[in-house]
């Protein structure tokens, strides 16, 4: 007489409540996390004409365009420092973090198809769009290394923390890309709100003005923005302007407090994904 072996029963059920992250299961699939990183770059100067020289040519021109109004025909101050090599040294930043939220915000309503049919951790999409922008942002390096020579500027031990910025810079990017790609998911407005404050965000961090200029009493409220220390950071590091102080730490508590909230989230919400794209 054969013995019945009753099969285990699996019972697929939704997840409820705030979710672990499981940030393991990124590395599992590591290989999808590089195809979309760099399908993204490749999109991006897909049948251009100049290529990455693009990368050069936008941020060169907003510089002209601020040099000229800004610091010639207003004379904003920028501490002593040429203004063509203050204000790029922080669209520069800027850059890096603008196109990282723009990438982000968008990631998971342009892969809709994806989403819907194939299960993967969907935590790569939204941070898959914060790499690309790195490329330009190393490409106009070269750029601001040309300028700093030209202005009479060398190389300092300040230049170690340059990496400490710039990652806190793509990590600003990857918290406001978590919030903004799981509510877009849902609310397609946010697709047009998103160039509006990009452009917003341009005049109210320090990009076309110090951050010296804001009264004392205000420096701890204006790093809320946490931007406002990466860019001051940035121009600390590499031309020895005004030290950010305790701003970068206001910053630097914003950007972990926006990653953090930001990864859960969007696992909060990523099981209404598929229904809702």
Do not use: C
């Not at 697929?12 to 990124?26: A, E, F, K």
């Not at 009479?152 to 990496?163: A, D, K, S």
């Not at 420096?219 to 102080?245: D, H, K, S």
């Amino acid at each position: 007489m054969k013995s019945i072996i009753s099969e285990p029963v699996i019972r697929i059920r939704p997840s409820r409540g705030w979710v672990p992250v499981h940030l393991r299961d990124l590395w599992a699939y590591h290989e999808l996390f590089y195809f979309l990183t760099w399908r993204q770059i490749k999109v991006r100067y897909k049948q251009t004409v100049l290529g990455f020289a693009w990368a050069i040519i936008q941020p060169v021109m907003m510089m002209v365009v601020f040099s000229l109004f800004f610091g010639n025909l207003l004379g904003v101050s920028s501490e002593g420092t040429p203004y063509p090599l203050f204000s790029y040294a922080a669209l520069l930043p800027w850059n890096l973090f603008a196109q990282g939220v723009a990438l982000s915000s968008n990631s998971l309503v342009s892969e809709a198809n994806l989403v819907k049919k194939v299960y993967f951790p969907r935590l790569a999409m939204p941070l898959s769009g914060i790499l690309p922008p790195l490329v330009d942002f190393l490409i106009g390096f070269l750029v601001l290394v040309g300028l700093m020579f030209y202005f009479g500027y060398g190389l300092t031990l300040r230049m170690l923390w340059l990496p400490v910025f710039i990652i806190l810079a793509m990590l600003t990017a990857a918290g406001i890309g978590l919030w903004l790609s799981a509510i877009n998911a849902k609310y397609r407005d946010i697709g047009h709100i998103v160039p509006f404050l990009i452009q917003l965000g341009l005049f109210v961090s320090p990009v076309v003005y110090p951050a010296s200029l804001l009264p004392q009493r205000f420096q701890t409220f204006y790093g809320l923005n946490p931007m406002a220390g990466v860019i001051e950071g940035f121009r600390w590091t590499l031309l020895g302007t005004e030290p950010p102080g305790y701003l970068i730490a206001v910053s630097a508590a914003i950007v972990i407090l926006l990653l953090v909230s930001g990864l859960y989230y969007f696992r909060h919400r990523e099981k209404e994904f598929a229904d809702v794209l």
